[in-house]
């Protein structure tokens, strides 16, 4: 079973930084998509970026050059390291895997979302 948990969710000021780690389990997360989306309340649901099993990265134009998604395959985890942070990145953040493996056939799994509130 495929199961992803976020950390490191909080309040921080505008200018701060602040890094989500989301750690997995139930897959074989070398071989795995890994997003990072946030929801803000009320908006739709919208995706930050990805990095995919290769390596390759892709991000949205409102956190181009603020935000970092990177992975560690040992520790089956990904990161989402933000900085220059404004209150529009106020939102609750989740974790996303897609994938498809042998045995498991096609996944597409959140986690439960940490919150991020940027506020002085």
């Known amino acids: 079973q495929v199961h992803l948990v976020e950390s490191g969710g909080g309040l921080v000021q505008p200018g701060g930084s602040l890094t989500l780690s989301c750690t997995s389990a139930?897959?074989?997360?070398?071989?795995?998509?890994m997003s990072w989306y946030r929801q803000a309340p009320g908006k739709e649901r919208e995706r930050v970026g990805y990095?995919?099993?290769?390596?390759?990265?892709d991000y949205t134009d409102s956190v181009k050059g603020r935000f970092t998604i990177s992975r560690d395959n040992n520790k089956n985890t990904v990161f989402l390291r933000m900085s220059s942070l404004k209150a529009d990145d106020t939102a609750v953040y989740y974790c996303?895997?897609?994938?498809?493996?042998?045995?498991?056939?096609?996944?597409?799994?959140w986690g439960q979302g940490t919150q991020i509130t940027v506020s002085s």
């Open positions: 139930g897959f074989t997360f070398s071989k795995s998509t």
């Open positions: 990095i995919a099993y290769d390596g390759s990265l």
């Open positions: 996303n895997a897609k994938g498809w493996e042998s045995g498991l056939g096609y996944y597409d799994e």
